[in-house]
């Protein structure tokens, strides 16, 4: 995203809403690499949910990780 992330309207309405619910970070590290969240089932289950950052502060829905969650099966020995 590099500096068109800075331009974004979604990405000061995530900064505001993190700064008004009390989260402090730091400047260090790399700053403009966007993360994301995987829940990878056992075996051949493979991948249960992704979620890769559209812009900085883009959130996964709890809900939506523990219901993947629910649905890994133990592996069979």
Aim: net charge positive; charged share 20%; proline share 3%.
């Amino acid at each position: 995203m590099m500096m068109s992330g800075f331009f974004r309207l979604g990405v000061w309405q995530n900064f505001f809403r993190a700064w008004r619910s009390g989260y402090s970070g730091n400047l260090e590290g790399e700053g403009f690499t966007l993360g994301g969240v995987y829940v990878i089932g056992a075996g051949r289950q493979g991948v249960l949910l992704e979620h890769r950052e559209k812009e900085f502060g883009d959130k996964v829905s709890l809900p939506s990780v523990l219901e993947a969650a629910e649905k890994i099966k133990p592996q069979a020995s």
